[in-house]
């Protein structure tokens, strides 16, 4: 069996299927602008480009790698096994090449197309480490991390909690030293798990590999002498588990992994149970609150700090969003411009690329726009966290409530609208989307976990429409004659103390829907109305004497929506003002295409949502009927480009892992190829079917003849 299939793979590849290659060669010869261009405008430059293309070709010459697209046939013990060499290689290949920090994450987005255990490591543990240390810790955690000399986990969720982190129930009890000297200090603290919710539940390399943690527990001092204390709340403490030398974990842990989960089967979920657990009072994450040796508490100057860590992974999660929503797009693109349906209206013997029809464009297109969007929002997130990191080096906590609140909302948004995407992809790629090796699936159920992770999508909501009502009782109670300050100490809620987002449009034309300023417009009179609807009908229920708890939860559909508008507008805004940068400083043929994506976004938002903007009249019925042309007129324009946009996003058919998402378009070849290596086809199931299936066929007969 296998030297037929081996002959005949290989006259498979001897075919001429050129039809393929030669419809994306012919989409890619219509591009309007320099992929090269848009590509180095992605990277944020040219040598960036050439980095990560090098990092690329080392990373294509190693057969580790390239071995993973055939994943899907590997059990989950095969696939672990596999993820860790891949662990091992990448860091040898870092090491080897003295990567810098910006080369090593270009590495390991080449590499690492298996859902890695050590992602957290990467994306929650050394970040933490970096916000939370004081400069001590800092020096003596760090070096240990970034060379994987340790291994950690971010370990916050308990099997019966999870968003609600105040309610957290893991123990770390403070034991003071016996003495005063402070060079024997043997002052500790004692980690427990005091009952079987309070197992810690769900963290990424957890199950296996992590030698160490970032614990998140209740911070309990002695008070009024050893048996009573009091709890100061959730605080991070860094937490050796298992040994380093075999990883046998240490005595007063209890851990492993968790099972198979719906996707991510590699990421190695695990659980912990402390009973009793020892660790050193220089445990606490000491950057902002610390306990001496006595059990006297510095408190944090704001409770949030704590929990700090975590907005720099979400502003990660928007960054992931984008990655990944463009991967999807990427492959139904390309698979929609190779794959052929119905006449030619000139030639009734030629079939047409499936995106020629309209209704293919609008079900992709406008994720090539999404995705656009949520890597320029992915760029903006970056900035912000970088001047909320260095703000609160200096002390300064004034832009901490705002970051808190528009990553909760973005992390739940982006990941949501990626999620759908990637489905939406999976479905306009027809039945072949629905095969593990058109990638797709994969991409899907590895994803959606993100959802629930990190904050649960619907929770976070609550946290910036929260914020966006204490915005509007500053409006309310702030001197109207100092408006432009008002505005600065909004910062992107801005829009809720303008004045003129009052109006409605009145007197447009077709062609206004593709401005601007229309457009912007739209987004805020929207938010500023629901959240202030909102706002309002909450003041309105305690006014009529309902609880505040109860107010709020009837009100919660209301208030996730607030959260979505507003977090819209800023995804949009972040376009918009992305592409007047790109006005600036790239080709006018580059402008124009992404300001073709940006009204494309824009509108699609707009037409899903109509109902919003119906509502109270915004748009009259012949307006609607005015952004519905002009969002057709855009799928067309859009669609010549529509392979050269995808192609900018410039991942490898290793990262893609898709026999329809293929560079070179040979989709069918791809396909038949990966199921001749499929291992079941070599199965020796004969004695199965003569026990099971024989029976039935010799038993045919006796149907045949009967009566009935």
């Not at 543990?125 to 950690?152: D, H, K, M």
């Not at 588990?241 to 990883?247: F, I, P, Y």
């Not at 990941?415 to 072949?432: F, V, W, Y």
């Amino acid at each position: 069996y296998q030297r037929r299939v081996r002959d005949f793979t290989f006259k498979i590849k001897a075919m001429a299927l050129f039809v393929c290659n030669e419809l994306l060669i012919k989409e890619r010869a219509n591009a309007s602008f320099s992929v090269n261009e848009l590509m180095t405008l992605i990277d944020d430059g040219e040598d960036n480009t050439r980095i990560r293309k090098k990092i690329r070709e080392i990373v294509l010459k190693d057969s580790l790698f390239a071995d993973q697209q055939n994943r899907f046939f590997f059990s989950r013990e095969e696939r672990f096994k596999k993820v860790l060499q891949i662990i091992n290689r990448i860091q040898f290949y870092k090491q080897t090449y003295k990567m810098d920090f910006k080369n090593y994450i270009y590495l390991y987005q080449e590499a690492a197309i298996e859902s890695l255990p050590t992602t957290l490591h990467e994306i929650a543990f050394i970040p933490f480490l970096r916000t939370q240390c004081s400069p001590e810790q800092a020096n003596y955690w760090l070096p240990l991390a970034e060379n994987y000399a340790i291994i950690g986990a971010y370990v916050q969720t308990e099997m019966s909690h999870g968003s609600n982190i105040r309610k957290l129930q893991t123990e770390a009890r403070f034991y003071p030293a016996t003495n005063n000297n402070n060079a024997n200090d043997d002052s500790y603290f004692e980690l427990h798990t005091p009952n079987l919710g309070a197992i810690k539940w769900w963290p990424g390399g957890l199950g296996n590999i992590a030698s160490h943690a970032i614990v998140m527990a209740r911070l309990l001092l002695p008070q009024n002498g050893q048996n009573q204390f009091k709890d100061y709340g959730i605080h991070p403490f860094v937490v050796q588990l298992r040994s380093t030398e075999d990883l046998k974990p240490l005595s007063g842990v209890i851990i492993g992994d968790i099972g198979p989960t719906m996707g991510a089967q590699t990421v190695n979920n695990g659980f912990v149970r402390f009973d009793r657990f020892k660790i050193p009072r220089s445990a606490l994450l000491a950057k902002f609150s610390s306990v001496d040796q006595n059990g006297n508490y510095n408190r944090p100057p704001h409770d949030k700090l704590a929990y700090s860590g975590m907005l720099g992974v979400r502003s990660l999660l928007v960054q992931d969003a984008f990655s990944v929503l463009a991967k999807a797009a990427t492959i139904a693109t390309r698979y929609s411009c190779v794959r052929l349906q119905g006449d030619s209206p000139e030639n009734k013997e030629v079939e047409l690329p499936i995106l020629n029809y309209r209704l293919q464009q609008y079900r992709i297109l406008p994720h090539i726009a999404t995705a656009y969007a949520l890597f320029f929002t992915s760029k903006f997130m970056a900035q912000k966290q970088e001047n909320l990191n260095q703000s609160l080096t200096a002390g300064d906590l004034t832009l901490l409530a705002e970051s808190h609140a528009l990553s909760s909302g973005l992390k739940s948004l982006c990941t949501i609208l990626t999620a759908e995407g990637i489905d939406s992809c999976r479905l306009a790629c027809g039945g072949h989307g629905y095969l593990q090796s058109s990638g797709l699936p994969e991409l899907y159920i590895n994803y959606v976990g993100v959802l629930t992770a990190e904050g649960e999508n619907y929770l976070l909501t609550q946290q910036t429409t929260k914020y966006l009502f204490k915005c509007l009782q500053q409006i309310q109670s702030f001197d109207h004659n100092s408006k432009q300050k008002l505005k600065q100490l909004l910062g992107d809620a801005a829009y809720l103390a303008d004045d003129n987002q009052n109006d409605k449009p009145s007197q447009i034309k077709q062609i206004d829907f593709l401005c601007p300023k229309l457009q912007l417009q739209a987004y805020q009179y929207r938010a500023k109305r629901i959240i202030i609807q909102t706002a309002n009908e909450l003041q309105q229920q305690l006014t009529d004497g309902v609880s505040v708890t109860d107010a709020w939860n009837n009100l919660l559909i209301e208030i996730a929506h607030c959260s979505k508008v507003h977090c819209m507008l800023v995804i949009f805004q972040s376009f918009l003002n992305a592409v007047e940068n790109v006005r600036k400083n790239f080709s006018e043929s580059i402008y124009n295409v992404l300001k073709n994506l940006c009204d494309l976004f824009a509108l699609y938002h707009i037409q899903i949502t109509i109902a919003d903007f119906i509502a109270d009249d915004y748009f009259s019925t012949t307006q609607i009927q005015q952004l519905k042309y002009q969002l057709k007129q855009l799928l067309i324009k859009i669609r010549s480009n529509a392979v050269p946009l995808v192609d900018a996003f410039d991942f490898s058919d290793l990262q893609l892992s898709s026999c329809l998402g293929r560079y070179d378009g040979q989709v069918y070849e791809s396909l038949f190829t990966t199921t001749l290596i499929n291992p079941f086809n070599s199965l020796n199931l004969n004695s199965s079917i003569q026990q099971y299936i024989a029976p039935l066929y010799q038993n045919a007969p006796n149907f045949i003849n009967s009566k009935l």
